[in-house]
């Protein structure tokens, strides 16, 4: 098994997510988070992907350690966003985290062969959210080393 990753500082967590409701239960439930963490909220995907080309071109410090990415966002969808973020050699090793309500083949292999970390059902109850959010917790915060954690 993975040993628990030594975390100096808050973890940059950018959440982008159209959905009000959503952004409020998602902040609500990251409270029951053990690692210490910083949230951020981008609400269209326009606006991410503008943050995105400014943290690519260095205007925007500190980088996100870890991405929440709604697939289905409204001016630019999830996809354009993820091809953002990968497109910038400064960027890519950021992991990008998709949640999505598609069952799509064409959806989930586009989204792959973009460099999406992976790929989360989108969850449709209060059980399931927190399930999920506990998940990612544990694997890319308290296992996995995170390579905005670790870069000189």
Not at 72 to 100: A, D, Q
Request: proline residues 5%; glycine residues 2%.
């Amino acid at each position: 098994m993975g040993s628990k990753s030594k975390i100096s500082r808050p973890i940059e967590l950018l959440l982008v997510e159209d959905n009000p409701a959503d952004v409020r239960l998602v902040m609500e439930l990251l409270k029951s988070w053990k690692t210490a963490h910083k949230v951020s909220v981008i609400q269209d995907g326009e606006k991410a992907t503008q943050y995105f080309a400014d943290c690519g071109n260095n205007r925007v410090k500190p980088l996100p350690d870890l991405v929440l990415l709604d697939y289905n966002l409204p001016k630019s969808s999830g996809l354009e966003v993820l091809k953002e973020i990968k497109s910038y050699n400064t960027l890519s090793h950021i992991p990008v985290l998709i949640l999505t309500t598609s069952q799509s083949k064409t959806d989930l292999t586009q989204l792959y062969e973009n460099h999406a970390n992976c790929v989360l059902s989108k969850p449709v109850d209060l059980v399931s959210y927190e399930e999920m959010l506990k998940a990612i917790e544990t694997f890319w915060l308290q296992t996995v080393h995170l390579p905005s954690i670790t870069r000189a």
